[in-house]
């Protein structure tokens, strides 16, 4: 791209304000000085039980946050005002308990924590300025000043004031340091102006970077949103790309990791993309930490294909710490979107692009081609005439070159793209299925069969209408079956319209192959087979397993006790849904666990286990017990895909 000339100096067209006038390059506004007060004491304080030392704290950790699991407010309850301050500002998962206890007792907060908020600098003062100020910005300023005046000292509410007031432009370090050697030997990405199409100047690149080492356990400093807002995002996240490599070339010190969090602040797409692969790889290499950075980068990106790539790893990695922090940052999108972790993963199906019909369409000018999906979504393409070609021609003479070009790139992202997600959309249908997952029409129709990628999967599957009872989100009764055409119609085993029946609570699922009536399974089998369509996964005629007489009355499953299998079929559980268990002491893992339909865990138990981080330090593992509780209740269903998973281990 040309770049176009900048203005002469002084002409400051198009920047934003925080370019040209930095804050920080000003005198900055008085602050009040610390106050040496004391927390008041408020009145339900003396009125309240201790904790049981079970429930306490442990001393050695005194500023752990993982000890408080979400919804359990017994600590703060107790009188950790502190507490709640600092899980609101550290707490991730728990933060959202923190904010409801918050605001549920903002008297008692603003006894606890105004000391601390006007105190010496430290954490305990920013996590008591971060509490205060989410009260008052809630409505709770004139309590918040109230509590202030019970100090007897017109200073204290002065200074209250002040830092409640306080302009978030002025939220910067005291002392602004040069940036580090590694700033100079980033590549050549700059950010452009939207309105200009310019790059902007050394002196503005130099001041974003000052407000991207600033910190952020307040926000996103302003400055960076006003960059943000007048720059174009493709240009941000090359920039930011360039400038992680600088860091990553210098060595990655954790105390510049600011140019790595700024991947999450000004990434895209792109930079997810070839993120991803790092994150995988570093646990390999004792860069836990790291890895661990680039989940939350990933989540703070944001984006659906960003969001598709961290579900990835929560779904399956090698490493299980890094694998337990991507699911946790899924579960914090899906909560703050009030969603399960299972609705969240349809709506995190990219569209690739795509149009309508599930296709793209390559133009090279003089020829264009057309791009389809096969049954496990890897794409084809098609010509003109609608023949299947082997793959994408290259371009020649009578082709434009321009578009050709860009046909040709679009193409190989599209495959790129289609094989990172491809056996993570297989999969979960296939998951769906085999715990009796349902769908709500509207819903069914708008993220699956209409969906222009997940489409071409449905439309090989066998597909029932359920009546459920009310509030229930899986199993039910089959009340019928049908496809979906290529055209998005629906229609019977006969390739007849099917009209689905009346019933009060109506849902659609994926029959597994011990409720498919056997007349509608071989019906469906034979249209399949007339139109030359795969399944993406084995549903009509899928081999079913059930429990032995002897085994309904027992607890636990012992047919492949003693049976010895290759580690790597262990690891591969993870694509049934598996989880590994928790590490016992040297790391070594002697247990993989699978979430049933109806509520329970089955656990698998091997010996001599597998060693975290070192996956083929043995290479077979001895089966043990299957524990999966009352087996005489386990569902048909369950305990069908229970043992098949199992024989799938010494097959």
Request: aromatic fraction near 6%; charged fraction near 25%.
């Amino acid at each position: 791209m040309k770049l176009a000339p900048w203005p002469a100096a002084g002409d400051s067209a198009g920047l934003p304000a925080v370019l040209v006038n930095p804050p920080w390059l000003a005198p900055r506004m008085t602050r009040s000085k610390p106050l040496a007060l004391a927390p008041l004491p408020h009145p339900l304080d003396a009125q309240r039980q201790p904790l049981p030392k079970k429930k306490q704290l442990p001393k050695r950790r005194p500023s752990a946050v993982r000890v408080i699991k979400p919804g359990n407010e017994d600590i703060i309850d107790a009188g950790n005002v502190a507490l709640a301050a600092r899980i609101y500002a550290n707490g991730k998962a728990e933060r959202d308990m923190a904010h409801r206890w918050l605001l549920a007792n903002p008297e008692r907060a603003a006894y606890a924590l105004i000391a601390p908020a006007l105190g010496k600098a430290g954490t305990a003062r920013e996590n008591a300025i971060g509490a205060l100020r989410m009260l008052a910005a809630s409505g709770h300023a004139a309590l918040l000043l109230d509590v202030a005046d019970r100090y007897a000292d017109h200073a204290v509410r002065a200074a209250m004031r002040a830092m409640l007031d306080e302009d978030p432009f002025e939220r910067y370090f005291a002392t602004v340091a040069p940036l580090p050697a590694f700033w100079k030997k980033r590549g050549a990405a700059r950010p452009h102006l939207a309105s200009t199409g310019m790059a902007l100047p050394d002196d503005a690149i130099e001041r974003l970077g000052v407000m991207l080492r600033f910190p952020r356990s307040h926000g996103i400093y302003p400055g960076i949103v006003q960059v943000q807002q007048a720059c174009t995002p493709a240009s941000l996240a090359d920039f930011a790309w360039d400038l992680f490599n600088a860091w990553l070339r210098a060595g990655g010190d954790i105390k510049e990791n600011w140019a790595f969090t700024s991947l999450g602040l000004l990434g895209n797409d792109d930079v997810a993309r070839k993120l991803t692969p790092l994150i995988r790889a570093w646990p390999g290499r004792n860069q836990h930490g790291r890895a661990a950075i680039g989940v939350l980068a990933l989540a703070a990106i944001g984006t659906d294909t960003a969001l598709m790539l961290l579900n990835g790893i929560a779904q399956k990695v090698r490493f299980k710490a890094l694998q337990d922090k991507a699911r946790e940052q899924i579960e914090q999108v899906a909560a703050a979107r009030r969603l399960s972790a299972d609705e969240l993963e349809d709506r995190l199906a990219p569209d690739l692009g795509l149009d309508q019909q599930g296709t793209l369409l390559l133009d090279f000018g003089a020829r264009q081609f057309r791009v389809g999906f096969d049954e496990a979504l890897k794409p084809y393409v098609r010509d003109a005439a609608g023949a299947r070609l082997p793959g994408l021609p290259k371009p020649n003479r009578k082709d434009k070159a321009a578009l050709a070009k860009a046909a040709v790139a679009r193409f190989k992202l599209l495959k790129q793209d289609a094989r990172t997600i491809a056996a993570q959309q297989v999969r979960r249908l296939e998951l769906a299925m085999c715990a009796q997952r349902r769908w709500q029409p509207e819903v069914f129709v708008r993220l699956l069969a209409c969906h222009p990628l997940v489409r071409h999967l449905v439309r090989r599957l066998v597909l029932g209408v359920y009546e459920l009872e009310p509030g229930a989100s899986d199993g039910g009764r089959l009340l019928a079956c049908f496809r979906v055409g290529p055209d998005g119609a629906t229609t019977t085993a006969g390739d007849d319209e099917f009209l689905p029946p009346a019933c009060g609570n109506l849902h659609i699922g994926i029959p597994h192959a011990l409720d498919l009536p056997p007349m509608d399974a071989a019906a469906f089998g034979q249209l399949f087979a007339d139109y030359e369509l795969l399944q993406p996964f084995a549903q009509i005629g899928r081999d079913t397993r059930a429990l032995s007489k002897k085994e309904t009355m027992a607890t636990s499953l012992l047919r492949w006790q003693g049976v010895v299998v290759p580690t790597g079929r262990v690891l591969g559980l993870a694509n049934k849904g598996w989880r590994r268990g928790t590490a016992q002491d040297g790391g070594s893992i002697v247990t993989f666990n699978k979430p049933l339909a109806d509520g329970r865990l089955a656990e698998l138990h091997i010996t001599p286990g597998i060693i975290a981080g070192l996956v083929h330090e043995y290479p077979q593992q001895t089966l043990k017990k299957v524990v999966a509780g009352t087996l005489s209740t386990l569902d048909p269903v369950a305990a069908s895909e229970l043992i098949r998973d199992l024989e799938f281990l010494r097959a």
